[in-house]
Every structure is written in structure tokens, then in C-alpha cells.
């Protein structure tokens, strides 16, 4: 497979592997998606694009954050963009957690802009040690907040919450 060669696929795909290692999310059914599937794919898309940025461009300034192609039974590609904050809609999500996974990557880019590679990919690496095996998005956002309290003394909680519940809306998702 052409994809297999890409670098966001083997980074995207190394980052599954962490997650594993460190949160053992249990995946859904084939056709039953759960909110692990969903973070278990925005935690790698996440990764993905942290780990293919250029750390000297800033905060700011990090270009264009658009990822691999989703490819479908019916050879549909669609390209995720976490630099763009995308709102979850529990009513519309997709039957492909690469889709329902994009609101927390989106929304761990969006932090990431505003504190910093540093602080941001070392929150997301710690919370998977907070997740459980059957997690919903209040479980995943709090386990930022663990996070950040374990290795920032919490200086950043607010802003997590308010984003993770007031922007992106992971309000009663679980």
C-alpha cells in the first residue's frame, strides 16, 4: 500500500501503538464506534501532526495541519484538518471514529497553539495514563486536567475546560 510509505500513516500508526501501551482503550465492535475509537484516532491524529510540524515555526505559525486521506469501502478520500476547531455533534458523528476522533485532535492543536508544543504534547502523553479502558470525552477532558495538575500544577486547567466544554461542546458525551 502506496499510503504505508507516507509519514503522517507511520507516525499517525506509531501513535496507536503508544495509546495502547499506555490508556489499553478497548475498541468497538466493528460496526458499533465508541468515544475510545473516536479519541483513540484523535489521540494519533494529534500525534501525527505534532510530530510532522516544525517546532521552530511558533505558536502561531505552525502552517497548514491537514493530514492523511481517510479512505472508505467506497475509495472516498477525505482529509482531516486539525488546525481548524471542529465542534462535536454527538447527533451527526460518523460511523468512522477517524471522523468523531477529529474534534479532539482539532481541539488538542488548538491548546497546543495557544501553550506550546512542549506543554501540550506532554499533557496529551500523560493524560492517556489517566483514560481507562472505556472512556467517554468528560473522562478524556478531566484526564487533562490530571495531566496538567501532575505536571504543571494546574496553571492550565481553566482554559482546558472551558475549551474542551464551552467551544468544542464534549458536554454529556459518552
Excluded at 16 to 34: A, F, K, L, P, R
Excluded at 44 to 66: E, F, H, I, K, Q
Aim: negative net charge; glycine residues 10%; charged residues 20%.
Amino acid at each position: 500500500n502506496n499510503f504505508a510509505r507516507e509519514a503522517f500513516v507511520i507516525s499517525h500508526e506509531y501513535q496507536h501503538y503508544i495509546t495502547d501501551q499506555m490508556s489499553g482503550i478497548e475498541y468497538g465492535s466493528g460496526s458499533q464506534v465508541t468515544v475510545g475509537d473516536a479519541l483513540h484516532e484523535g489521540y494519533s491524529d494529534y500525534g501525527a501532526a505534532s510530530y510532522l510540524s516544525d517546532p521552530n515555526a511558533g505558536n502561531g505559525n505552525l502552517g497548514n495541519v491537514t493530514l492523511g486521506l481517510i479512505i472508505t469501502p467506497a475509495c472516498y478520500g477525505e482529509r482531516r484538518d486539525v488546525g481548524v476547531l471542529k465542534v462535536y455533534q454527538e447527533d451527526s458523528s460518523s460511523s468512522d471514529p477517524h471522523l468523531s476522533g477529529l474534534s479532539w485532535a482539532s481541539a488538542l492543536w488548538e491548546l497546543r497553539t495557544e501553550f506550546g508544543m512542549t506543554v501540550v504534547d506532554s499533557l496529551a502523553l500523560k493524560s492517556l495514563s489517566f483514560l481507562g479502558s472505556n472512556p467517554g470525552f468528560v473522562t478524556a477532558t478531566e484526564s487533562l486536567v490530571k495531566a496538567d495538575r501532575a505536571l504543571f500544577d494546574g496553571i492550565h486547567v481553566n482554559r482546558i475546560r472551558q475549551l474542551m466544554y464551552s467551544e468544542v461542546k464534549f458536554l454529556g458525551a459518552a
